[in-house]
């Protein structure tokens, strides 16, 4: 295999596709649940639709909200109803229009896992719970890279922005907690020649992490520590980043991460979190909402939130001059002082 290419432009095709085929099978599952068709009998709210399709009400919000963000259903008050568009093609009832035939001919199998997923109270899908699917990850070395490389290509342009956006210059020390093979680390190592950085990881993602950051030329500034933050504590640094790793878990844990972060931290020290978070209606970052149906298919417990929602579990862990800003494309970052 080639080593890790240190000038690599920003995947904008490939998140492109990714997000699309995730939008396809959200509209397939809608259709095989009948979403449209039941909302021409009259308006509803989430836990009313929940009820008559069947829909766990732990994702019928995020489902619906994700339906709402993709143009396909309006939501005003909480209430649920059809555009023009999605009444006059999507409901199975007005027979000269229906299209929804067509793509369940053709591509009814793509809302297969998640139709199922949506039904059930517990996923049956994936993993036990995010803890499982680490573990099975770094079983397997494959995995473990093909994992690694994904995660790098989600969070570059996130690595870049945060490089850019915050105040570096009064910090030494970061850590990246769930660093992967560290990308984010490297952003900020090569704009800020000043830094040093933690990589902080469950001990299987060490080999991709030295072998990434050696290959940019970092292994004296980026070292990895390995550890589980579900039991150990977090190693201390000015600057706590955790990126994409909140919405992996569920909110017990969340709180505890952040907890573990105020108690890594300095006065003064700064906590990090980012991720594609859901914009605060709710209707419109349809990749947040995208990845949080994604927690609900293959990681119990997990979920996606808004920028008012972390701020809110920082206030709870003892974290002050909380903001929340645009970062790139569709990931923003919340950021809080201890
Ligand atoms: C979704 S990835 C995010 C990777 C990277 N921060 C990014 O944004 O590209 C979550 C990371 O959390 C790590 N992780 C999961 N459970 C962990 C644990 N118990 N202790 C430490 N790290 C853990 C995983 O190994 C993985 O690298």
Redesign the pocket.
Known sequence: MKEPDVNVVAPTLFNELHWNYWKTKVFVSAMQLGVFTQLTEGPADSTTLADRLGLSERTAPDFLDCLVAMGLLRRDAGVYTNTEESAQYFDRGTSHTYLGDVMLTEAGHLGNDLTAALRAERSREGASS??EF?DN??ADADRTASF?RA??A??YE?GAALADRLPWGRYRTFV?????EG??GVHLLRAHPHLNGIG???P??RAGFEKYTAAHGLADRAVFQG????RQPLPAADVVI????LH?WDLDVKLHLLGQAHAALPPGGLVVVY?ALIDDDRERNVVGLLLSLMMHLSLPGGFDYTPADCAEWLRETGFTDIRAEHLAGAEAMVVGCK
């Open positions: 995010a803890r680490y990850t770094y690694q995660m790098t989600m969070s996130s990246d907690v769930g660093c992967a990308a984010v902080f990881d469950l299987g993602a550890g589980d933050f579900l955790f990126g994409h790793v992996n991720e």
